[in-house]
């Protein structure tokens, strides 16, 4: 079993609607958690970080942490052509460990 | 301006050629890495460093090897290349571990 685990898609949805992206995990010592945006032929970028359970929004991005469930998902609002790309979840146990990332899932948006 | 540079974008090579892929970054950080990712695929760690005169391998068994003379530089050398090596190849720094700034990649292919 892969430590992280995302469905690949491909997810294909039409502009403006809300996109839910979805990982989960199987290390309860996992404590950080990060979702990266990866356009094709591009290296990853950080969208968000966040640390335990909870929530953090940031513009149209919300990252969503259930440490029980050990569920982590990112919910995007009002999608745009530009947020087609592939996600990656990452998450960590400590900031000196390596980082576990997901395999990714592909999102086009539809104009 | 605080970055991450990778050199070259593209290299097409012989089979058996002696290469070297550069990274350099100006953000001062100690941890680096260089991650293998196939095309669609999952980005593999393959050697990572903490700080200077440290290198580590990552979980995918590589024939490249790396170094970190200075904290800026971190240089991945394969000795003889093979098709099998056809790649792209993503260096990262990073000051905590999360928060991964990724180069542009270098796309590498072996005849």
């Known amino acids: 079993q892969k430590e992280v685990e995302q469905d690949p898609g491909p997810l294909s949805v039409p502009e403006g609607a809300i996109v839910s992206l979805n990982c989960t995990y199987s290390?309860?010592?996992?404590?950080?958690f990060m979702w990266y945006r990866q356009y094709s032929r591009k290296g990853p970028e950080l969208l968000m970080y966040?640390?335990?359970?909870g929530n953090k929004e940031d513009g149209r991005f919300t990252a969503q942490v259930d440490k029980s469930s050990k569920y982590i998902s990112l919910f995007i609002r009002d999608s745009q052509p530009s947020d087609s790309a592939t996600y990656l979840c990452?998450?960590?146990?400590?900031?000196?460990?390596?980082?576990?990332f997901g395999p990714g899932t592909s999102l086009s948006v539809i104009p | 301006e605080a970055d991450i540079y990778q050199t070259p974008r593209y290299l097409v090579i012989g089979t058996g050629k002696k290469i070297t892929l550069e990274c350099s970054q100006t953000?001062?950080?100690?941890?680096m890495y260089w991650y293998q990712q196939d095309p669609g695929m999952e980005l593999h760690l393959i050697h990572y460093?903490?700080?200077?005169?440290?290198?580590e391998k990552g979980d995918l068994s590589s024939e490249s090897t790396v170094s970190r003379i200075r904290t800026e530089h971190f240089p991945l050398t394969l000795e003889s290349a093979r098709p099998s090596h056809t790649s792209q190849y993503l260096c990262?720094?990073?000051?905590?571990?999360?928060?991964?700034?990724f180069g542009p990649g270098t796309r590498l292919t072996v005849l």
């Open positions: 990262a720094s990073s000051e905590s571990a999360g928060d991964q700034f």
């Open positions: 290390n309860s010592a996992f404590q950080y």
């Open positions: 966040t640390y335990s359970s």
């Open positions: 990452a998450t960590i146990k400590t900031s000196y460990d390596k980082v576990i």
């Open positions: 953000m001062g950080h100690d941890k």
């Open positions: 460093s903490y700080g200077v005169n440290s290198t």
